[in-house]
C-alpha cells in the first residue's frame, strides 16, 4: 500500500519524507522541518510517523 504522494530527491535529509509532504502541500521546507522536530517531542511519536511514511510513500523520480 501506498499513499500518492512522493518522497523528495531533491529536499531530503534522510530519506525525504518531509521534504515530500512540503512539495506536495506547497509549504516551505525548512519551517515543515522545524515543525516535524517539534511533533516530535511529543507523546505522539514523530519518529515513528516518520518510519510509515517512508515505508509507505512513493519513491521519488530522479
Known amino acids: 500500500m501506498h499513499i500518492p504522494i512522493k518522497r523528495?530527491?531533491?529536499?531530503k535529509v534522510l530519506?525525504?519524507?518531509v521534504g515530500g509532504l512540503a512539495e506536495h502541500f506547497?509549504?516551505?521546507t525548512a519551517?515543515?522541518?522545524v515543525l516535524?522536530?517539534?511533533i516530535?517531542?511529543?507523546p505522539i511519536s514523530g519518529i515513528i510517523a516518520y518510519l510509515v511514511l517512508w515505508l509507505?510513500?512513493?519513491k521519488p523520480d530522479y
Open 26 to 28: 506547497g509549504w516551505n
Open 31 to 33: 519551517i515543515a522541518r
Open 15 to 17: 530519506a525525504g519524507v
Open 36 to 38: 516535524w522536530v517539534i
Open 8 to 11: 523528495s530527491s531533491n529536499n
Open 40 to 42: 516530535s517531542f511529543t
Open 56 to 58: 509507505l510513500m512513493e
